[in-house]
């Protein structure tokens, strides 16, 4: 049994932030050992328009982290959407000239050479997903650490990111004092979900946050295709308050309220009174106006979803079954049957909360620390994380000090910057 690695890893939402930190051992199940959450508008669609915000957020939940349990993150693997992404398919192999038992090593040096693309100057390399690999025993091989052969082949998509982007991240974090050493793809995170909660050969998954929605599909496990569009659950309460002429507040109250995707999902149908009147001078409303709303966008969205998937080239007629992930819908009764009749497959319904033992929405956070473990042994660098002593810990009384260093490093580096 190896020594312990630590896995610290920030899923980077549109409105909100998550933070893990794990201890990983090889061939046991990571450890969650910290946790934190918090609201952050500064990646509104995913854009990063506020890096301040996204600094003094990321800043403010490491602090709480180290004040709660000693540990001081200094490097973090972060989520990325598919739309900062492209893949490139590629394919190598190795000979090791007699037959031998395949080691981690040996597919960790293939997995490096398999990354031998051309990358331009606006692509940053940022990781592989292998599609298939074979030996000269076997055509095709899941996992081939253990199998036997003289020479070992991968054919896998090289995954390159948006470098805008990620320099632009990489800034950002860094006035929060941390590193940034690796980026995690949601088809990639969500790969252990899928492997060990469907039995179908292939699910399409759809994950709806507050303002963008993510897809990939998947076929034995392995990602075939992503992207994103851009809509979300915030549609809902604005959909609302458009329709029928009342404050967005009061919208985003009755969408949490009748969380209903479709009228026949309501059960009894009944009025309301509205605490402001509507644009059309109405003091009340039924269930069902508010629930055709929701149903109107979320049919809309995966019909998005349909199309976007049909540009890929995929036919949903050879899908066997949907995961709808993320806070945006899929909290919303009777969802299944939207799927059902929008896109013609089944809805499969996964309890993301006891599969991952805390709040669904650490979700993506935790398949992040488990693919980020399982890749561990493949020569993938484990997250510097340091624990202070408890009295030097007991000593440190800087509360304002975080927001503080970030507002001196934002003056640094942009001169109009103001407090």
Not at 21 to 34: D, F, L, N
Not at 88 to 111: R, S
Not at 207 to 219: H, K, N, Q
Not at 296 to 303: G, K, M, Q, S, Y
Request: aromatic share 8%; proline share 3%.
């Amino acid at each position: 049994m190896g020594l312990s690695k630590h896995i610290a890893v920030l899923d980077l939402g549109t409105s909100g932030i998550r933070i893990l930190v794990a201890k990983a051992t090889e061939g046991r199940m990571p450890q969650i050992i910290a946790k934190r959450d918090c609201p952050c508008k500064g990646n509104e669609g995913g854009r990063l328009g506020d890096p301040e915000k996204v600094a003094e957020a990321v800043s403010g939940a490491l602090e709480k982290i180290r004040q709660n349990t000693g540990l001081t993150v200094q490097s973090v693997y972060v989520s990325i959407s598919a739309d900062k992404l492209s893949f490139v398919k590629n394919e190598a192999e190795t000979y090791f000239g007699e037959e031998k038992e395949i080691t981690n090593k040996d597919v960790g040096m293939l997995l490096d050479s398999v990354t031998d693309v051309e990358i331009f100057d606006t692509e940053k390399l940022i990781g592989v997903a292998p599609i298939q690999y074979s030996t000269d025993r076997e055509e095709q091989l899941e996992q081939p650490v253990g199998a036997v052969g003289r020479k070992l082949k991968v054919f896998a998509n090289v995954i390159l990111a948006d470098r805008g982007y990620t320099d632009a991240l990489r800034d950002c974090l860094s006035l929060a004092g941390v590193e940034i050493i690796g980026y995690v793809p949601m088809c990639l995170a969500m790969k252990w979900f899928i492997d060990n909660n469907f039995e179908e050969d292939s699910v399409l998954q759809i994950d709806v946050g507050a303002t963008l929605t993510e897809y990939a599909v998947y076929y034995q496990g392995t990602p075939f295709s992503t992207g994103v569009l851009p809509v979300g659950g915030d549609f809902l309460g604005s959909d609302i308050a458009q329709v029928y002429g009342i404050p967005r507040i009061d919208a985003d109250v009755l969408k949490e309220e009748y969380n209903a995707a479709n009228v026949d999902a309501i059960g009894e149908d009944r009025s309301f009174a509205l605490k402001n009147i509507t644009s059309d001078g109405r003091e009340s409303l039924n269930i069902s106006d508010i629930v055709m709303v929701i149903e109107a966008r979320i049919n809309d969205t995966l019909e998005k979803v349909k199309s976007a998937v049909a540009e890929d080239q995929i036919d949903l007629g050879y899908v066997d079954a949907a995961l709808i992930t993320g806070d945006g819908f899929s909290k919303f009764r009777g969802i299944d049957a939207n799927v059902r009749e929008t896109l013609g497959i089944p809805l499969k319904d996964i309890d993301f909360g006891r599969a991952v033992g805390m709040k669904s929405a650490y979700t993506y956070a935790c398949g992040m620390v488990l693919y980020v473990a399982s890749q561990l042994p493949l020569g993938l660098h484990p997250s510097k994380v340091v624990r202070e002593e408890i009295s030097e810990l007991a000593n440190k009384k800087d509360s304002q000090g975080v927001f503080k260093k970030i507002s001196d490093r934002f003056k640094k580096i942009f001169p109009g910057y103001r407090e």
